[in-house]
Nanobody, 123 residues
Framework: VQLVESVGGLVQAGGSLILSCAAS????????MGWFRQAPGKERAFAAG????????YYAASVKGRFTISRDSAKNTVYLQMNSLKPEDTAVYYC?????????????????WGQGTQVTVSS
């Protein structure tokens, strides 16, 4: 499975940005998708997750209420709508896919990864 994220960008604090992740290849093997982020000097951290077919969603406490994850199964695409952005949201954002259920927040349980896209929030 190949994952390609859209280009991130620079946004002012309080602004919004939407990321997309297009999946190709053996997408029938994908059970769920997630968005992770990694700030400079920090470990990669879970932001949001969604099951591919059922549409159940999961969020990290730091983004709940501000970020929304969704998917368009017909387009094999997952989205991350980010609102009320804060400077601490600045990070490289990665799209990831997993072939089985389990802990949504553990990067090690994801089988497929995108190349990452930079999101910078200015104060």
């Amino acid at each position: 499975v190949q994952l390609v994220e859209s280009v991130g960008g620079l946004v002012q604090a309080g602004g919004s940005l939407i990321l997309s992740c297009a999946a190709s290849g053996r997408t029938f093997s994908v059970y769920a998708m997630g968005w992770f982020r990694q700030a400079p000097g920090k470990e990669r951290a879970f932001a949001a997750g969604i099951t591919w077919n059922g549409g159940s969603t999961y969020y990290a406490a730091s983004v709940k209420g501000r970020f929304t994850i969704s998917r368009d199964s017909a387009k094999n695409t997952v989205y991350l709508q980010m609102n009320s952005l804060k400077p601490e949201d600045t990070a490289v954002y990665y799209c990831a896919g997993r072939a089985s259920s389990g802990s949504y927040s553990r990067p090690a349980e994801y089988n497929y990864w995108g190349q990452g896209t930079q999101v910078t929030v200015s104060s």
